[in-house]
């Protein structure tokens, strides 16, 4: 299996500092952002990384390059800077480098150290996963990690019902930025054209195809200077 970190946002509520550096290369508790993802994806046995990449990409490529002092294959989808594509857009954009198997997708602005990725290459096979009915396995185009609502997203975004993601319902959860995708989801898009995930996820959603699981370990969408500076507070003892 690939996968894939999305690099490409501006990072807008981070400035001053993402004027002169790309969000995902923030350094959180001693590695950036980006690094974390790539040294868990490389420990699970995924080691074909593409990164897409926009406002100040040539920054990403300097500090990662090739990703061999990873163990890692990193390749390089080059949007635009003026005209990231949005996270469906970018995935269509590179799925030269991704092929046309299931992959699995990060955002590259959250923190979550202890993620298993070993976890994802078979969420979407078409047989019993950890007691997924059958053609549960088999329907699903896509498959959602789903964490506790943070404080600034109390609403949430998707509710969970027996491995079947909802659009409606309660409890709702909020979607982690971590999830395992069939390229089929993406056919009707140009490369080249903007499209937002959230509206493709949707439509299946509502179709009855995406699964879905709670992840319940630490996670944190690093959207703050703020939260930034929490999380490299030393711990008091």
């Given at each position: 299996m690939k996968a894939m970190i999305f690099a490409a946002g501006r990072g807008n509520r981070m400035r001053p500092l993402t004027d002169s550096c790309p969000k995902p290369l923030l350094t959180v508790r001693g590695r950036p952002l980006i690094v974390w993802h790539i040294l868990n994806l490389v420990r699970a046995g995924i080691t074909e990384i593409v990164i897409n990449h926009a406002h100040l990409g040539h920054m990403i490529e300097e500090?990662?390059?090739?990703?061999?002092?990873?163990?890692?294959?990193?390749?390089?989808?080059?949007?635009?800077?003026?005209?990231?594509l949005e996270t469906a857009g970018g995935i269509a954009y590179a799925r030269e480098l991704l092929g046309d198997g299931p992959f699995v997708a990060v955002a590259g602005d959250v923190y979550c150290p202890y993620f298993n990725f070993r976890e994802v290459d078979a969420v979407l096979e078409d047989n019993d996963v950890w007691g997924k009915p059958h053609?549960?396995?088999?329907?699903?185009?896509?498959?959602?990690?789903?964490?506790?609502?943070?404080?600034?997203?109390?609403?949430?975004?998707?509710?969970?019902?027996?491995?079947t993601v909802q659009n409606e319902g309660e409890p709702k959860w909020t979607f982690s930025g971590i999830g395992v995708y069939r390229m089929s989801m993406f056919d009707?898009?140009?490369?080249?054209?903007?499209?937002?995930?959230?509206?493709?996820?949707?439509?299946?959603?509502?179709?009855?195809?995406?699964?879905g699981e709670i992840y319940r370990g630490e996670w944190h969408n690093v959207n703050t200077i703020e939260e930034l500076d929490a999380l490299n507070t030393p711990l008091k003892l």
């Open positions: 500090a990662l390059g090739d990703g061999s002092q990873y163990g890692a294959q990193l390749r390089y989808s080059r949007e635009q800077p003026d005209s990231a053609d549960v396995a088999k329907r699903d185009v896509a498959w959602l990690y789903l964490v506790k609502n943070p404080d600034f997203h109390p609403q949430g975004d998707f509710a969970l019902n027996a491995f009707a898009i140009k490369p080249g054209e903007k499209a937002s995930l959230g509206s493709i996820l949707r439509e299946y959603i509502a179709r009855g195809q995406v699964g």
